[in-house]
């Protein structure tokens, strides 16, 4: 029989710091047997220093016992904080060191289970036949019937557990390693407690691993186990940033790993699952991390994890901190799950310790998402409607308590309908009208009579701003509202603009009507929020839109409004830039500001003052961005286009207005889609894409369209398409209707559109001399100081009647002019210019240059002979540009334009650059046999490289 030997050894609790490559209680990777050899992982990542100090320990106190000092250790640390992957490594170890390892892990599920732990103890290794019998025994004796229910029943139990583990480390060093012990079944528990009693000799150790815990019930076992003098606390903190750069070093090639361990700490807390995910996911298979950390798929699996293994406190704390959001503190998460306090600290340092909260606040958005998703529908609704409360009852801010009456989905009591008005308000002024329509719509949703009506005006308003389309739904109820006079003029001008927009016109007579009929119509003209709505939706009114009545100048809106109505009208106001810029500088971004702002930038682009607009719009468009206004940056994106395409910048043009026609639907546009659809014709017109803008030409507009003045950019458009597509007659009809449209509206001005420049050509080329000629006058009369283009294009008209036709029968050119015959070298320069346009534009008709007698011959072949490329730079340098201002106007190389250049004047079979006036003279072809061919500037410019 072998002696025992007693003795006392000394009481040590190993207080573990995460120090990187220190070795504790002695020892080190060499010294320790096994230690180089395991492979084991954390959460699937190595065990690095910061887990292999704690490893030591163990191994330590394993030697201990194995020389006949029975021992045992506490391994406790927080949830998913590597105990278990460190007791299976321990484990391990052991095992090659000869002894017999017992393992089994207390589960919540399995508490209820009498003896469930010691089956697994028992069941866990290969014992000697005469221990293994005793050992069933033992069990069938648990789970005997007669033993169920029965508190007496037991009580033999430790005593024969632990005669068996005695006898067998009377052969052999024993190990019984139980996980997560606090979950262990009564009995199981009874008898670890009396093992531990008498460990003091033997090769026998014990170690358990536990949650940090304060419940009363597991603090009694807790205690116990560790006032025993053989007992050593071993405690598992969290990595450190250092022990997380140590993993990301271990495995991969990241430059900066210290930089990724920092962010990865910050939103695991150093739980070891988390950090993995979060490597995971932000590492797999590239070698560098993103700029921003991704808190992707595995770390919302690791989020979900982390909290099933929470206690049923924290659990609610969670979904408590979670409902709060950035708001949570201790004592409203107290009150929202209804915890006491004492409970709530010890929950509270469970959710601390795990990694997912700090300073009672999730560490990531992602965390809180996935424990939100763990609350059901029904309870989340009833919890957030309590969170608004508690919020509203500790002074938050209204958008707070809003936030929680939206996540609910209900306001059911007055403070919460007129807290989501205020939130509203304050969403709008600081550029987030998206959530301002989230806090309307349920105000809307919560309230019924005069107040619902209110709200509705306000929320089609700001829905107006992100998308017109969704905003619709809400005219029918303001329309029947109208019809019984119950709106205010602020909200009678704001269902106008939405009727307007949409060209409901018929509808807005019918309300218009009403209004009358309440006697509210005087009051609607005299409003300054209708002024501009009325100068922007312009049309062909009935006597109920009367225009007789004075249009208010108080106000910005009324200023807008008075000013756009001046410059169409032809009375354009002395210093009209600085009363836009004024304007504009006043009108700030949002729900009620956009038909002033629009007034004031359409009077800048109808008064040719482009360049002002175009500044406007760039700053307009950076703000609409920023704030998420939809509408805006589309409507800003037209009018931006249309300044493109008035400077004769058609690439331009084009991609703003595809731009504007991205972001919002034709359909969302209304009746305003004929001012970007009209800008992309031209443009394509203008660059010889005839059938990408007929293409363009088949998208619906609405009929009540050519009933406002973007009717007339569209009519123009297509007149403008007609014309370059030999369609003569259609041309001449558009340009006609926009005449009289124009003449009837009393808004007969070239800035808006010049109808009858293009009216005169069409006539020029159905062979209607002498219309052409009054209308090409009749333009050049209205011009003033701007519209250089057009006045261009008049002018070219004018020469091409006064040159008397080919004879039908002479195919090549009309015979040569005598010296003097020829008009003067002037005379021939600004004929040269009309025989072109702004964007470097020539006719292809054959041109003629002079022998040195002064006789006119035909050169080469004409115009024809130089390829569009040669064209457009010819066209630039008759204008006087210099080679320079050509290479940065067509976006070619200086080399380029000399190239083109030296093929011109060998093809003309001219001298040089001074020659170039004297061949531009049109040939007089007839208008059918004469082929317009436009390109934009800069266009296509790989054709120009060759």
């Known amino acids: 029989m072998t002696t025992e030997t007693h003795h006392t050894p000394r009481r040590r609790i190993y207080s573990v710091r995460p120090l990187v490559g220190v070795w504790f209680a002695g020892g080190n990777a060499e010294t320790t047997p096994g230690l180089d050899e395991l492979n084991f992982t954390l959460g699937g990542l190595k065990l690095?220093?910061?887990?292999?100090?704690?490893?030591?320990?163990?191994?330590?106190?394993?030697?201990?016992?194995?020389?006949g000092h029975g021992a045992m250790a506490v391994v406790e640390g927080q949830i998913l904080s590597g105990k278990t992957a460190l007791l299976r490594a321990m484990g391990h170890q052991v095992k090659n060191r000869g002894a017999?390892?017992?393992?089994?892990?207390?589960?919540?599920?399995?508490?209820?289970?009498?003896?469930?732990?010691?089956?697994?103890?028992?069941?866990?290794?290969?014992?000697?036949?005469?221990?293994?019998?005793?050992?069933?025994?033992?069990?069938?004796?648990?789970?005997?019937?007669?033993?169920q229910g029965n508190p007496d029943g037991h009580g033999v139990v430790p005593g024969f557990f632990h005669g068996i583990l005695r006898d067998l480390a009377r052969e052999h060093s024993v190990v019984v390693v139980v996980d997560d012990v606090e979950f262990s079944d009564a009995p199981s528990l009874h008898a670890l407690r009396y093992l531990t009693r008498r460990l003091q000799v033997g090769r026998l150790m014990v170690v358990f691993?536990?949650?940090?815990?304060?419940?009363?019930?597991?603090?009694?076992?807790?205690?116990?186990?560790?006032?025993?003098?053989?007992c050593e606390y071993v405690p598992l903190l969290p990595l450190s940033v250092q022990g997380v750069q140590e993993l990301i070093s271990d495995g991969t090639t990241v430059d900066e790993p210290q930089d990724l361990a920092r962010r990865v700490h910050a939103v695991s807390g150093g739980n070891p699952l988390l950090v993995q995910a979060l490597l995971?996911?932000?590492?797999?298979?590239?070698?560098?991390?993103?700029?921003?950390?991704?808190?992707?798929?595995?770390?919302?699996?690791?989020?979900?994890?982390?909290?099933?293994?929470?206690?049923?406190?924290?659990?609610?704390?969670?979904?408590?901190?979670?409902?709060l959001g950035r708001h949570a503190t201790p004592e409203l998460a107290e009150d929202l799950v209804g915890l006491r306090p004492y409970v709530i600290n010890r929950a509270m340092?469970?959710?601390?310790?795990?990694?997912?909260?700090?300073?009672?606040?999730?560490?990531?958005?992602?965390?809180?998402?996935?424990?939100?998703?763990?609350?059901?529908?029904?309870?989340?609704?009833?919890?957030?409607?309590?969170?608004?409360?508690?919020?509203?009852?500790?002074?938050a801010e209204a958008t707070t308590i809003a936030a929680q009456l939206v996540a609910a989905g209900s306001a059911p009591e007055s403070w919460c309908v007129s807290t989501l008005e205020v939130a509203a308000d304050h969403a709008i002024a600081a550029g987030d009208a998206k959530q301002a329509v989230k806090y309307l719509d349920l105000a809307a949703q919560s309230c019924s009579g005069g107040r619902r009506t209110t709200i509705l005006s306000a929320l089609a308003k700001v829905e107006w701003l992100i998308n017109p389309s969704s905003a619709v739904r809400h005219v029918e109820p303001l329309c029947a509202a109208a019809q019984d006079g119950g709106l205010q003029p602020i909200e009678l001008a704001t269902l106008s603009n939405h009727l307007l927009w949409l060209g409901r016109l018929d509808e807005l007579e019918q309300t218009l009507a009403g209004a009358v009929a309440h006697d509210e119509m005087a009051e609607l003209h005299a409003s300054e929020e209708f002024a501009p709505i009325k100068q922007f939706f312009y049309y062909a009114q009935s006597s109920l839109w009367d225009e007789a009545q004075a249009t208010p100048t108080n106000g910005v809106p009324g200023q807008a409004a008075a000013l756009l109505?001046?410059?169409?009208?032809?009375?354009?106001?002395?210093?009209?830039?600085?009363?836009?810029?004024q304007i504009l500088q006043s009108s700030?971004?949002?729900?009620?500001?956009?038909?002033?702002?629009?007034?004031?930038?359409?009077?800048?682009?109808?008064?040719?003052?482009?360049?002002?607009?175009?500044?406007?719009?760039?700053?307009?468009?950076?703000?609409?961005?920023?704030?998420?206004?939809?509408?805006?940056?589309?409507?800003?994106?037209?009018?931006?286009?249309?300044?493109?395409?008035?400077?004769?910048?058609?690439?331009?043009?084009?991609?703003?207005?595809?731009?504007?026609?991205?972001?919002?639907?034709?359909?969302?546009?209304?009746?305003?889609?004929?001012?970007?659809?009209?800008?992309?014709?031209?443009?394509?017109?203008?660059?010889?894409?005839?059938?990408?803008?007929?293409?363009?030409?088949?998208?619906?507009?609405?009929?009540?369209?050519?009933?406002?003045?973007?009717?007339?950019?569209?009519l123009h458009a297509r007149g403008q398409h007609s014309l370059m597509n030999k369609r003569f007659h259609a041309a001449l009809m558009d340009f006609q209707r926009c005449g009289d449209l124009m003449s009837a509206w009393r808004m007969d001005i070239p800035g808006l559109v010049p109808w009858r420049v293009g009216a005169a050509q069409a006539q020029l080329r159905l062979g209607n001399r002498v219309q052409a000629e009054k209308l090409a006058k009749e333009q050049l009369a209205t011009f003033t100081d701007s519209g250089q283009r057009v006045k261009l294009a008049a002018q070219q008209v004018l020469a091409s009647t006064d040159a008397p036709a080919l004879p039908k029968h002479t195919p090549g050119l009309r015979p040569n002019r005598t010296a003097a015959a020829r008009p003067s070298s002037t005379a021939t320069l600004e004929k040269a210019k009309l025989a072109i346009d702004k964007g470097g534009t020539l006719t292809s008709r054959p041109v003629l240059s002079t022998t040195a007698t002064g006789q006119a011959r035909p050169v080469g072949g004409g115009m024809s002979v130089l390829s569009e490329a040669e064209r457009r730079v010819a066209g630039l340098a008759v204008q006087g540009a210099t080679n320079r201002e050509i290479s940065r106007k067509l976006f070619v190389t200086l080399s380029t334009v000399e190239q083109h250049l030296t093929h011109i004047y060998r093809k003309l079979s001219i001298g040089g650059r001074s020659d170039l006036p004297s061949v531009l003279l049109q040939t007089g072809q007839t208008a059918d046999e004469c082929e317009c061919v436009t390109e934009v500037a800069g266009h296509d410019n790989h054709h120009m490289a060759g």
């Open 588 to 714: 700030r971004l949002g729900d009620g500001t956009m038909p002033s702002t629009l007034c004031a930038l359409l009077t800048l682009i109808y008064a040719d003052q482009t360049e002002r607009a175009n500044e406007w719009c760039e700053a307009l468009l950076e703000d609409s961005a920023a704030r998420g206004l939809t509408t805006w940056q589309a409507v800003l994106y037209a009018l931006w286009g249309e300044i493109a395409l008035r400077g004769g910048d058609f690439h331009s043009a084009e991609q703003r207005s595809r731009s504007s026609m991205e972001i919002m639907s034709p359909q969302s546009w209304g009746v305003m889609i004929g001012f970007p659809l009209s800008t992309l014709v031209q443009a394509l017109t203008s660059m010889g894409r005839h059938k990408d803008a007929r293409q363009m030409l088949k998208t619906p507009v609405p009929r009540t369209m050519f009933r406002t003045r973007f009717g007339l950019h569209y």
């Open 565 to 581: 109505y001046d410059v169409l009208r032809g009375q354009k106001p002395a210093g009209v830039s600085t009363y836009a810029d």
């Open 100 to 147: 017999i390892l017992l393992t089994a892990a207390g589960s919540p599920e399995e508490q209820e289970l009498p003896g469930g732990v010691l089956n697994q103890l028992l069941n866990s290794a290969i014992l000697p036949p005469e221990i293994a019998a005793r050992a069933d025994a033992l069990l069938d004796g648990l789970t005997h019937p007669d033993n």
């Open 209 to 230: 691993s536990q949650r940090p815990t304060t419940a009363t019930h597991q603090l009694a076992f807790h205690n116990e186990i560790l006032g025993r003098s053989y």
């Open 48 to 67: 690095l220093a910061e887990r292999r100090e704690q490893l030591a320990i163990l191994d330590e106190i394993f030697s201990s016992s194995a020389n």
């Open 349 to 395: 340092d469970g959710l601390t310790g795990c990694g997912l909260v700090e300073e009672g606040r999730f560490r990531h958005p992602q965390a809180q998402a996935v424990v939100l998703g763990t609350v059901g529908a029904e309870l989340r609704g009833q919890l957030h409607l309590r969170a608004a409360q508690l919020l509203r009852h500790s002074g």
């Open 280 to 323: 995971k996911d932000n590492l797999g298979d590239a070698a560098e991390p993103a700029a921003e950390l991704v808190a992707g798929k595995a770390f919302q699996r690791a989020v979900a994890t982390c909290f099933h293994r929470l206690g049923q406190d924290s659990k609610l704390l969670a979904q408590g901190i979670a409902m």
